[in-house]
Antibody, heavy 123, light 112 residues
Framework: EVQLVESGGGLVQPGRSLRVSCTAS????????MSWFRQAPGKGLEWVSF??????????EYAASVRGRFTFSRDDSKGIAYLQMNSLKTEDSAVYYC???????????????WGQGTTVTVS | DIVMTQSPLSLPVTPGEPASISCRSS???????????LDWYLQKPGQSPQLVIY???NRASGVPDRFSGSGSGRDFTLKISRVEAEDVGVYYC?????????FGQGTKLEIK
């Protein structure tokens, strides 16, 4: 079964750090770009960051609201994507979702698999 | 950043009746390869988002054919030909033509 499972969320004080993980199974992780999204309580979806596959140079981009504070990394051998979150703010409180997608060489099929999310509370 | 605007924000629908959601972008979503980088996602109550439509008009795997997407450039529409109870939730459009990827505000579909 194709699956993404987030973990690592929790309660953290403002200014502190937290790392959330996204563990993949059921597919060749290295073939896919990965993205992080978040959803604050009662709010809509917000894109946070993505990282392309190694084939496409592992290009990484961030939303302006997290650039310089958050770092996306991936370990293709383990099938895990990470989001290191530093200098956390109360407004970073949200459910964080990871999703896979293919992007490059003219191909794109949407964010076709999402995890169940992990909750980060900054307070 | 590309601003995505959905309407309506609330959509009560009688089962068996059609439904339509509009999504307008502040810039064209047409990429040089001829595809519109516009997705539709459904977030059912208490669940993660799920892909419904990608590249404006392509149904995702497992999505019933009562769902269809259309449009090009800046104007897009998601249509459900006959709404069923399982279709309730919040529908979001998202552009992926340039980062930052941005979403519409969401349209809450509910059953009358």
């Amino acid at each position: 079964e194709v699956q993404l499972v987030e973990s690592g969320g929790g309660l953290v004080q403002p200014g502190r750090s937290l790392r959330v993980s996204c563990t993949a199974s059921g597919f060749t992780f290295g073939d896919y770009a990965m993205s992080w999204f978040r959803q604050a309580p009662g709010k809509g979806l917000e894109w946070v960051s993505f990282m392309r596959s190694k084939t496409h140079g592992e290009r990484t981009e961030y939303a302006a609201s997290v650039r310089g504070r958050f770092t996306f990394s991936r370990d293709d051998s383990k099938g895990i994507a990470y989001l290191q979150m530093n200098s956390l703010k109360t407004e970073d409180s949200a459910v964080y979702y990871c999703a896979r997608f293919i992007y490059g060489s003219g191909r794109y099929y949407g964010m076709d698999v999402w995890g169940q999310g992990t909750t980060v509370t900054v307070s | 950043d590309i601003v995505m605007t959905q309407s309506p924000l609330s959509l009560p629908v009688t089962p068996g009746e059609p439904a339509s959601i509009s999504c307008r972008s502040s810039q064209s979503l047409l990429y040089r390869n001829g595809y519109n980088y516009l997705d539709w996602y459904l977030q059912k109550p208490g669940q993660s988002p799920q892909l419904v439509i990608y590249l404006g008009s392509n149904r995702a795997s497992g999505v019933p054919d009562r769902f269809s997407g259309s449009g090009s450039g800046r104007d897009f529409t998601l249509k459900i030909s006959r709404v069923e109870a399982e279709d309730v939730g919040v529908y979001y459009c998202m552009q992926a033509v340039q980062d930052p990827y941005t979403f519409g505000q969401g349209t809450k579909l509910e059953i009358k």
